[in-house]
């Protein structure tokens, strides 16, 4: 069976009432599998983050509401769950001007489990594979 | 108080490469681990959610590494 990758979706819209609404809403309607939601509002608006499963038919149907709407790349990686693997990771990144959009964790045993979306995806995946880790874009539910 | 209890802590910093470094080296250097770790970016400002052990010792450290 095939199962779609999972992206990172930003949305963004005015502050206006109603508007949150209508995209949660669609979300239900469609019966998007969301995950990991975080709302922020700047100015006058509205912007949100979530992972789902890569679906044109959704942004396409976002922006005829008037939905700025935005897919990020995302992959993951696991890492022994220790402060040292994070700061490697995070040094790594900083050193060669990566800025992290956005990042995911889940403990999981001995390892963290690590979902991040970056400004230079490829540069970052080659850089945490000569870390010895193992990130791979392939996302599934 | 109970050092060992784990608290969240949600940090507004700018959106640029480096910020979350601050905060990994100190707590790399405070030998904590999270057991949490999530980052947003809306626009200009990034968010860093995480829970940490020790709670209380947190916020001096934070202060001193100049974590906004």
Redesign the interface.
């Given at each position: 069976m095939h199962r779609p990758m999972i992206t990172q979706y930003n949305v963004e819209f005015p502050n206006k009432p109603g508007m949150h609404a209508k995209l949660t809403r669609l979300l239900i309607s469609r019966r998007i599998d969301f995950k990991s939601m975080v709302t922020a509002r700047v100015g006058d608006k509205t912007m949100i983050q979530f992972l789902a499963p890569k679906n044109d038919a959704l942004r396409d149907q976002l922006k005829e509401m008037g939905i700025s709407v935005r897919e990020e790349l995302i992959f993951q990686l696991d890492m022994p769950h220790r402060h040292r693997e994070l700061h490697k990771l995070a040094k790594t990144l900083a050193e060669k001007g990566i800025n992290i959009l956005s990042l995911y964790s889940v403990v999981e045993g001995d390892n963290m489990r690590i979902v991040l979306a970056v400004d230079q995806p490829a540069n970052a995946v080659a850089l945490i594979e000569r870390l010895g880790y193992n990130p791979d874009y392939a996302i599934y539910d | 108080m109970n050092h060992d209890k784990p608290a969240r802590y949600n940090l507004l910093v700018k959106?640029?490469?480096?910020e979350?470094?601050k905060?990994?080296?100190f707590?790399?250097d405070a030998?904590?681990?999270?057991?949490?770790?999530?980052?947003?970016?809306?626009?200009a400002?990034?968010?860093i959610e995480f829970v940490a052990p020790r709670a209380c010792v947190l916020p001096a450290g934070f202060r001193k590494n100049r974590i906004e």
């Open positions: - | 959106n640029r490469p480096g979350l470094l905060l990994t080296k707590l790399s030998e904590m681990d999270v057991s949490a770790l999530r980052i947003a970016n809306f626009g400002s990034a968010s």
